[in-house]
């Protein structure tokens, strides 16, 4: 076999895999699509004929706060609101000096329902202070609470947040139920480009195999959190939403992914912000999911030199290379059939979100950077990532710096001053 052949053989492999993924993002784009259909139709099942849910039980919500986020009084406000029968709320701080702190106090002022409670949890020495906030607020619990529900300071929850999130625990192979964040594009190129980035995670969650608990959005059965020694799990640790997709995935339960819990973000990023923040998932993901890292460096080196070798088929054959023109067109029909499967990917997810996050919530502009970016330069920015945190342990985290010695071991470096 010639020269000549060895090339176009090469290619043509390369070309292959990437198709064979596209093919897979594709199946994986229909699948979200056709589980949030589902889902969304299954949801009248949940209500009585009054419109109340069927399965309440006593809930708590556990909010940690730090510092006065842009959306925190829109978050609290919401907490109000839920319909939900009985629940209660514990907001939980690092300190008393927290500006969060006096901000909840006066937010919550003329609150006399839902019942709730300030707790500070005092300065972190061996874990994430997340973590540290939240198990104080454990310490802090009504003995009658039979649900945990975890809420982020930045995610703003609708009125039917709660109820939605706590109906699958009323089956006992679930060990927990999840939404997740969709950053919203509006606020120019960083927004836009932390939209597309996030927007390939939200396909994973509707496969019970590859899905995760999201700590931003979940809920657990009291029972349940205890048997499988979460607290025990969490107490040297960092994240707090991985530790519980480990303890529940190794007691054989299920994670149920809650479309309805999907939860719009809309926070001001910057460029550099958004890529600070990004490259802390990526290194947490590394510590703490090492097979969902390896497999975004797969997937990100295959769709890159599938689409360099159908480019170097390409001038090849615009210049008369190894043949005619006939690689040419090949190369761009190949390459075509690579687009068409993503763009479909990517819209089956639109499609699929706005079952739940109606307009004006999500916008022409969700669509434009999660289908484009998909297209264009999300791959390539995740693969830098991905190299960026090889050979590293270390982040800041709201003005901390950690260093993640293993899913289970957290050093806590140095903290600087709030800016």
Request: net charge positive.
């Amino acid at each position: 076999m010639s020269f000549e052949h060895y090339i176009y053989l090469t290619v043509f492999l390369l070309w292959l895999l990437t198709t064979v993924q596209g093919v897979s993002s594709f199946k994986r784009g229909l699948r979200f699509y056709q589980y949030v259909k589902r889902k969304v139709a299954e949801a009248k099942d949940l209500r009585t004929s009054s419109g109340e849910f069927k399965y309440m039980p006593k809930a708590v919500i556990i909010l940690p706060c730090c510092g006065v986020d842009e959306k925190l009084e829109q978050t609290v406000a919401a907490l109000a609101r839920q319909n939900y029968d009985n629940y209660e709320i514990v907001f939980t701080f690092e300190s008393a000096t927290d500006p969060a702190h006096s901000a909840v106090t006066q937010w919550t002022k003329d609150w006399e329902k839902p019942r709730f409670r300030l707790v500070v949890a005092g300065m972190a020495e061996n874990r994430g202070q997340k973590i540290h906030n939240l198990l104080a607020a454990l310490e802090h619990i009504a003995e009658d609470r039979e649900v945990l529900i975890f809420l982020d300071s930045d995610a703003i929850p609708h009125e039917n947040w709660l109820g939605h999130l706590v109906a699958p625990l009323e089956d006992d192979a679930v060990g927990a139920a999840t939404g997740y964040r969709w950053y919203v594009a509006i606020g120019g190129l960083a927004a836009g480009m932390r939209c597309a980035w996030n927007a390939a995670t939200v396909s994973l969650l509707a496969d019970e195999k590859l899905n995760f608990v999201w700590g931003g959005s979940t809920a657990i059965r009291r029972d349940r959190f205890d048997s499988l020694k979460i607290a025990e799990r969490w107490d040297r640790a960092l994240s707090d939403d991985y530790q519980v997709t480990r303890t529940v995935r190794e007691a054989g339960l299920k994670i149920r992914f809650v479309p309805q819990a999907l939860i719009a973000s809309s926070d001001r990023t910057s460029l550099r912000g958004f890529l600070s923040f990004a490259r802390r998932q990526v290194i947490i993901t590394k510590i703490c999911g090492f097979d969902i890292w390896r497999a975004g460096l797969i997937i990100c080196l295959n769709f890159l030199t599938g689409s360099s070798a159908v480019a170097v088929l390409f001038f090849f054959g615009l210049f008369g290379w190894f043949g005619t023109t006939t690689s040419m067109y090949l190369a761009l029909a190949g390459w075509l059939v690579v687009l068409v499967l993503i763009t479909g990917m990517a819209a089956l997810r639109q499609l699929g979100l706005r079952m739940v996050l109606k307009p004006p919530i999500l916008t022409w502009r969700d669509a434009l950077w999660d289908i484009g970016g998909t297209l264009t330069f999300a791959g390539s920015l995740h693969l830098n990532l991905v190299l960026s945190s090889i050979k590293t342990r270390r982040f800041f985290w709201r003005n901390t710096e950690y260093e993640m010695i293993s899913p289970d071991e957290t050093r806590i470096l140095r903290r600087l001053e709030p800016e």
